[in-house]
Nanobody
Framework: QVTLVESGGDSAQAGESLRLACLFS????????MAWFRQNPGKQREGVSA????????YYADSVEGRFTVSRDNAKNMIYLQMNRLLPQDRVRYFC???????????????????WGQGTQVTVSS
């Protein structure tokens, strides 16, 4: 059984930075591609960034390209999302997700991700 727990959500001013973290509990962390999603209430979940099993390949939504950086530490079963130059529209709930080997994870379609965390809230004020 896999569980994901996010942390690091906080309040920030526009232009500031936050770092989110996600702890993966369960077997075979390196068998999973990982991703960050975000969602406003009543709206569809949006893929923010994804990272391959080894961390060699990363993908970003256009809205965060150049501002956010995803990384993983396979020794600690952790992934991170460094968010720089925050914008008011980054103010949403962020979720960590895991896609098992063989899933079509690169484009971050939510239905290709098998496990989800409960999310962590980011608030950005202008």
């Amino acid at each position: 059984q896999v569980t994901l727990v996010e942390s690091g959500g906080d309040s920030a001013q526009a232009g500031e930075s936050l770092r989110l973290a996600c702890l993966f509990s369960g077997p075979d962390f390196t068998d999973y591609a990982m991703a960050w999603f975000r969602q406003n209430p009543g709206k569809q979940r949006e893929g923010v960034s994804a990272i391959s099993w080894t961390g060699e390949s990363t993908y970003y939504a256009d809205s965060v390209e150049g501002r956010f950086t995803v990384s993983r530490d396979n020794a600690k079963n952790m992934i991170y999302l460094q968010m720089n130059r925050l914008l008011p529209q980054d103010r949403v709930r962020y979720f960590c997700a895991a896609a098992a080997y063989g899933r079509r994870w690169r484009g971050m379609p939510p239905d290709q991700y098998d496990y989800w965390g409960q999310g962590t809230q980011v608030t950005v004020s202008s």
